[in-house]
């Protein structure tokens, strides 16, 4: 699945990442506490991921930011509830964390490949739009 979500992105330098000892030490690191990793699943199938990692904001460094790194769902759970559970789930961690003080903000991004997303609905607010040469 991680590999049917890479080969989607549409830039080559990503595409065509395949390292995968980098991969496991990643996303190890990211359960191990710096960042969040949620899967989806319907009758013991796996559906969809979503992955964040928490970090200082680059120009504020006293601002803890969760990022979301992946967001996937399996082109045949698309329009059914796997990207929805996802979201969900992201940000009800999200707000937990908010809450506790641990983050301060949490986001998502969207590729330009992805699906046409709202995430106003989820009380995001639209920061910007990143372009890669």
Known sequence: MLR???ETVPVKFLSEANDADHVV???TGLLAGR?????SELDAQLTGYLFAAIEPNFWNPKAIL???IAYWV???YRGGRSAHRLMTEYCKRGN????KGR???FVIGKTAKSPDLSFEKFGFTKMEEFWVN
């Open 103 to 105: 983050i301060d903000h």
């Open 74 to 76: 399996e082109p045949e």
């Open 35 to 39: 960042g969040l990793v949620l899967v």
């Open 25 to 27: 030490r990643q996303l």
């Open 4 to 6: 049917r979500g890479r």
């Open 66 to 68: 969760m990022c979301e």
């Open 96 to 99: 937990t964390m908010k809450t």
